[in-house]
């Protein structure tokens, strides 16, 4: 089997697409979690505590001098990635949450005894006939 055909194979299987599908979403939804926590959630925080923008949270470690820019610790960024990574981490639990308790009921569902066919019919009606000689 070629490289070529052997690749061709791999990249159809149902499973590869479904995953490259996942991710296609996930990156969308990670775009729609960081607009709303900068746009959004961050804003009315910010203002909570005193008016402040969490972009502009900084610790210099180096001042700027000509043409360097100033080296600065963003931890008001680290915070707003903070929050994306908690909103994105508790939408996919609840995912799989609700995919496992789905899974769940279907493990639990018994299934509908099978309906025996006409020789084991038969042959339980000639061991009864036997039974009751």
Do not use: C, H, W
């Not at 709303?36 to 610790?59: E, K, Q, R, W, Y």
């Amino acid at each position: 089997m070629s490289m070529m055909s052997e690749f061709k194979k791999f990249a159809m299987r149902g499973n590869v697409m479904d995953m490259a599908v996942g991710i296609v979403i996930g990156a969308a939804f990670g775009k729609i979690v960081v607009s709303f926590v900068s746009d959004v959630l961050m804003p009315p925080i910010g203002l909570l505590i005193g008016g402040v923008d969490f972009t502009a949270l900084v610790v210099t470690l180096k001042a700027e001098s000509g043409d360097v820019a100033a080296v600065t610790l963003n931890y008001g960024s680290f915070i707003q990635t903070l929050v994306d990574f908690i909103i994105i981490a508790f939408a996919i639990f609840m995912v799989v949450r609700t995919m496992n308790r789905m899974k769940k009921k279907e493990e639990a569902a018994p299934e509908a005894p099978a309906i025996p066919s006409t020789e084991v019919k038969l042959l339980t009606e000639i061991r009864d006939a036997l039974k009751n000689k």
